[in-house]
């Protein structure tokens, strides 16, 4: 069985969480918090007529909500206006499910499958999960990319007609590369709900391998709150 591994670095604060570094194994970082309120109720009462819905401030100050929905809405609207101030976009997502893709059916690209994330420029994934299921994080030791399993990668050249030259330029195009697959007995770390992280990407500059997540498979009837950057 896989040992568990230094993976996430825990603190207590906002300015530790976006001053400290990655290092050696350590690529997803946490804000540990305890938030008071009711964010089922701002689920329960914000309207929805899509798989997937961006939440903006004036939609959560339009609800009438009790004392801890207030204390929920106040929680979620001062996340989002700290993160701005960083310069980011956060997006406050109402999620009932993502879309699956079935482009390739022996080869899933969608967000329920296990996978890093990448960008031209360094910056870093930040999420936090409010309600509902949450995401999980995978130790890189207890994974392997996709492409490199021989019956995947026999898989994906058949769907190449071109050059050998060109494949791996296909597996990037399509994002082949960035999925991939848990080993026998590996221990998916669920991310606490509230809690703030901030997960390493592949980019240029990084030093540390980028962290490998998924999202939940959502419980029967039961929407996520998700505030992304």
Sequence with gaps: MPHKENQIHCVNNFEDFISTSFYEKM???????ELAGDFSEIVNKLESNKNIVEILPDDLLKLEL?????????????????????????????IEFYDRDDSYPTFPTDVYSFHVDRSPVPVDTILCTYY?????????????QKIQ???????LKKLHDES???FETFLSDHFFDLHYQEIPESQPVTLK????YRLAIDHPESKVLPCIHRAPKEKNGEKRLLLIC
Excluded at 27 to 33: G, K, L, M, T, Y
Excluded at 132 to 144: D, K, R, T
Excluded at 193 to 196: E, M, P, Q, R, S
């Design 27 to 33: 690529n997803a970082i946490c804000w540990n918090r």
């Design 66 to 94: 009790s004392e801890q929905g207030q204390l929920a809405r106040n929680i979620l609207l001062e996340d989002l206006k700290t993160l701005k101030n960083l310069g980011t976009s956060p997006t406050l997502n109402l």
């Design 132 to 144: 509902g299921a949450s995401s999980e994080i995978l130790p890189n030791s207890q994974a392997v």
């Design 149 to 155: 399993i021989p019956e995947i990668r026999d898989e």
């Design 164 to 166: 050998e030259e060109d």
């Design 193 to 196: 709900l509230g809690d703030f």
